[in-house]
Every structure is written in C-alpha cells, then in structure tokens.
C-alpha cells in the first residue's frame, strides 16, 4: 500500500516543481558587454528579397517590428552589404550609403523601443552574389541582363555553369575590409547594438576559409592561418568603428558537409583562436553552403550538435540555430549547455509571436514581454 502523503511535502515539492517550470532558461536574460537581452531568442538573419537599391522600406519596417513586438530577444537584419556587388540579389540590403543608415535608423529604433536587441547582419555574397530572388529559380544573372562581375577568393565557380569569379588582389582585399569598416560605422550611427559577420553559407568570407573555394598563393591562401587572415582582419576592420561596449557576433559555417572541405575541428580551432583575438562575443552555428555536393542530414535541431562542440571545444558562447520548433527543445537545448541563445529562421516567419507563445507553454509568470497592446490575446 502507498504510504500516506505528508501535504506539507507534496506542497513543497509542487512549488519547487512550479518554480522550476516558471524559471525556464529560455526565458532568462543574458548579459553581452553593455547589452542585456531579455531572453535567448533571437530572430535570425533572412532575406526578404524586397529592397531596391539596397534600401530598406516598409517591408522591412513591419516584418522586423513585428518579430520585435512578438518577444524576441534579439532582432536581426537580413544579410546587409557592404557593397552593391555584395549583394545576393539586386532585390538584397545594402549598408554603403548615408541614406540606407537613415533609413535603418527607424527600423533600428522601433526593434529597441519594442524591448528587443537590434542586431544587423553583414556580409558580401562574393562568387554567389548577381543571381535571381528564389521564387525566381536564384540562378546567376550576368551583367549584360542587369546583374554584375562577381569576385572571390580565387578564380573558381561556385557550381558548373556559374560565373568564374575575379580573385580579390591583395589591394582589393584591404578594400573590402575599408567597406566593412564604413558599414559598422553606419550601423552603430543607425542604433544597432549587436553586429553579425556574416562568415557562413559560401558567402565571401567563408570562400576564403574554404580550401575548396580558395586555392591562393599569397598571404590569404594555404595554410589554416592564411585562410582566416581575411577573417581576421575583417572582426578588426569591424572593432575599428564598433565600439568595446556592444557585442559582435560571428555566423560561421561549422562544417561543409563535403569530404576535404572545411570541418568541425578546422571551426574549433578557428574559435579557440577568436578566443585569444578578443573582440567576438559569440559564434552562430550554422553549416553548408559552399559547395553544392554537400549531403546535409535534415531533422529538428540538426545543427546543435555543432553548437555544442563548438561551445565545448573552445568555451565560446554559441547560438544553436535550424530546425528548431518548439518550445521545449528550445529550452532543453539552453538546459542542456549545447548552446548560449536559440536562433530561430523559419520557426519565426511562420510565427511572429513564437516567444510568446513559449513564454505562456513555459509557464513563465512575467507578461512583460507582452506587449500592452496584445495583452488580451493571451488566452491560449
Ligand atoms: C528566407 C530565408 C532567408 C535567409 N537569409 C539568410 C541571411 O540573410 N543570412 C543568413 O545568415 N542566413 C539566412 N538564412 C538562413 C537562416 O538564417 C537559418 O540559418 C536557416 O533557415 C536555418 O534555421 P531555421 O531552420 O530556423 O529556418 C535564410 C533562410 C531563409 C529561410
């Protein structure tokens, strides 16, 4: 027969089991140099394929404001460029005018007024940029119809059939970091507080890294130091006009999923060496991108084991980001140390107010991330 309950026991415990419930990790703040986010979500970089002229609009107004005023901690731009021949499409953001900073600035400003972190994406699509918007088929646009001359690391497709890239002098290289640098600058003058390099998905950067995008001769290309010399030289270009006290970010392609391309281990010893750098807060764990043999394994949360092996490997802090959908294995992933922050794509175009909706299913008991006006809404 059970032993009879002490009530004062079960109570206790019901409380113990309700504070756990109502302290959830995803629901806990977390410190980056002078910024506080409210919680670990943070809206990840996607583009919307609607600028003109790398101006951002209305569009970008209401999709971004709308992830800020759906609980996100952090909010984060689409991959903005430094250059227009950065761009991916000619329809992609740019950050290379005074115009575009103003026009960011209102942006910028209503992301922070909605209790969210702006965060802006930078980056140069190098040898997969001039190709159509992806319900256009995203194949590459020459510049006799309106695209431009691609550049790269060095002079290699990105696929049969792509354009062969102009590979970067060591004076055109210095440029790019120049652009970057005037891009940071107009992203703190615009009220960004976090920046994020783009370093990832085959994106110049990454093409240098790649020994399979970059066959250089030069200081850039060889060995493990001078594939990251680029890289590194562009988190100091960034640091130039960034100030101490915000957070900079870095999305890396953890692995290629190609034989003898880039690797975990080559992503650690990238990170460890962040590390010593100083200057980067935190690595976003993304993959592929870079060569189109990849064999990517799809399912939930198929990335985070990178996140964690990245985080253990060289103590980084980590964002997690790919298929993750719920709230739970949102909150077992930060439970678990496999990352610092959830980065959630698609989960929040489908679902403005996603955080929401985790906040009442984990039962965290503060509203405050509800904005006033959706108050009422919070029946479910
Ligand atoms: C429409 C769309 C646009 C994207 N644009 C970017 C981008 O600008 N920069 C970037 O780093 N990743 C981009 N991505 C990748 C996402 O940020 C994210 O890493 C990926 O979708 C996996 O996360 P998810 O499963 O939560 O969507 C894009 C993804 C989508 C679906």
């Known amino acids: 027969m059970d032993k009879p309950v002490d009530s004062r026991q079960s109570g206790e415990n019901e409380r113990r089991i309700l504070k756990r419930q109502r302290d959830p990790y995803l629901f806990r703040s977390i410190e980056l140099r002078s910024i506080t986010v409210r919680n670990r979500i943070m809206l990840s970089p996607m583009c919307q394929y609607s600028a003109r002229d790398g101006m951002p609009n209305d569009w970008h107004l209401v999709h971004l404001g709308a992830r800020a005023a759906g609980g996100a901690g952090i909010v984060f731009t689409e991959a903005v460029h430094t250059e227009p021949r950065g761009r991916i499409t000619q329809h992609c953001l740019g950050l290379w005018s005074d115009e575009q900073r103003d026009a960011f600035a209102r942006i910028a400003n209503f992301i922070a007024t909605s209790g969210a972190v702006p965060g802006i994406q930078l980056g140069h699509a190098g040898r ?30 990105y696929a049969k059939d792509w354009p062969i890239p102009h590979p970067l002098t060591e004076n055109e290289i210095a440029d790019q970091t120049t652009f970057l640098a005037a891009s940071a600058r107009r992203a703190r003058e615009a009220g960004f507080k976090v920046i994020e390099l783009h370093a990832a998905h085959g994106y110049l950067i990454h093409q240098f890294l790649s020994p399979l995008s970059n066959d250089r001769t030069d200081g850039y290309g060889g060995s493990f130091e001078n594939r990251t010399r680029f890289l590194f030289e562009s988190i100091d270009a960034i640091r130039s006009e960034w100030p101490g006290e915000l957070p900079l970010f870095i999305r890396l ?111 965290v008991p503060d509203k405050g991330a509800w904005p006033v006006q959706y108050e009422r809404s919070n029946i479910f």
Do not use: F
Request: glycine share 12%; aromatic share 4%.
């Open 128 to 157: 997969k940029a001039s190709v159509g918007r992806p319900w256009e088929g995203s194949n590459p646009i020459p510049a006799a119809e309106g695209g431009w001359d691609v550049i790269s690391a060095s002079a290699k497709s």
């Open 253 to 363: 392609s953890v692995t290629e999923w190609v034989e003898g391309g880039w690797s975990v281990d080559d992503c650690i010893r990238l990170a460890i060496g962040l590390k010593a750098h100083g200057g980067v807060d935190l690595i976003d764990c993304s993959s592929g991108g870079n060569d189109p043999r990849q064999k990517i394994p799809i399912h939930p949360a198929y990335q985070v084991p990178l996140s964690r092996s990245v985080r253990e490997g060289s103590g980084m802090p980590t964002g997690a980001v790919g298929l993750i959908n719920s709230p739970d294995l949102a909150e077992a992933i930060i439970a678990n140390g496999d990352a610092d922050l959830i980065v959630l794509g698609r989960t929040l175009l489908a679902d403005p107010v996603w955080p929401l909706r985790a906040a009442n299913a984990l039962r």
